[in-house]
T-cell receptor, first 113, second 113 residues
Framework: DTAVSQTPKYLVTQMGNDKSIKCEQNLGHDTMYWYKQDSKKFLKIMFSYNNKELIINETVPNRFSPKSPDKAHLNLHINSLELGDSAVYFC????????????FGQGTRLTVV | GENVEQHPSTLSVQEGDSAVIKCTYSDSASNYFPWYKQELGKGPQLIIDIRSNVGEKKDQRIAVTLNKTAKHFSLHITETQPEDSAVYFCAASSFTGGFKTIFGAGTRLFVKA
């Protein structure tokens, strides 16, 4: 059983489109995250949620909107996609706010053309 | 803002040799230091971590050291094997209204057989 699963694995779309990436964890963790990894492999946090509540919202364009319908899911919706949004997006989870991020999803490679 | 610097960006060693990756952090409130291994096409995987009340931790061929005064921490891999080849990330975490983890830029390790 995959601990943190995100879909899709690959996403190719045109500029201006709206797309969503889904993430689910089956670990019973309270806290979930979205990270962006650019072409140079740099990992940067975007959002964190704890029990469906937004905790961290880094300097991310408001075209990015996370949604947590329950504590096992944290989806990422992106409006009006731009070329610079191309990256690998990772979902992750931790036991709670003070826990280590032990599990990342496999990543979603987003390519905006 | 908070920053984690990681060196070297690329490291090539012969199988059986040791590899050392070094990181420095800027946020004196950081109290948890995980290390991740990312293989091609996969998400980062936690391999070892150390908390600020400990100076050294070892797990088989992997060891981490922490110097809180100097704000340095390092990953040591002994008897390297080709399957150790991957990108390694250090990170520093602190709890400031939400557990925030800042990643280093990554070290691409090549182990030559």
């Amino acid at each position: 059983d995959t601990a943190v699963s995100q879909t899709p694995k690959y996403l190719v779309t045109q500029m201006g489109n709206d797309k969503s990436i889904k993430c689910e964890q089956n670990l019973g963790h309270d806290t979930m995250y979205w990270y962006k990894q650019d072409s140079k492999k740099f990992l940067k946090i975007m959002f964190s949620y704890n029990n469906k509540e937004l905790i961290i919202n880094e300097t991310v364009p408001n075209r990015f909107s996370p949604k947590s319908p329950d504590k096992a899911h944290l989806n990422l919706h992106i409006n009006s996609l731009e070329l610079g949004d191309s990256a690998v997006y990772f979902c992750a989870s931790s036991q709670d706010l003070t826990g280590s991020i032990a599990f990342f999803g496999q990543g979603t490679r987003l390519t905006v053309v | 803002g908070e920053n984690v610097e990681q060196h070297p960006s690329t490291l090539s060693v012969q199988e059986g040799d040791s590899a050392v990756i070094k990181c420095t952090y800027s946020d004196s409130a950081s109290n948890y230091f995980p290390w991740y291994k990312q293989e091609l096409g996969k998400g980062p995987q936690l391999i070892i971590d150390i908390r600020s009340n400990v100076g050294e931790k070892k797990d088989q061929r992997i060891a981490v050291t922490l110097n809180k005064t100097a704000k340095h921490f390092s990953l040591h891999i002994t008897e390297t094997q080709p399957e150790d080849s991957a990108v390694y990330f250090c990170a520093a975490s602190s709890f400031t209204g939400g557990f925030k983890t800042i990643f280093g830029a990554g070290t691409r390790l090549f182990v030559k057989a």
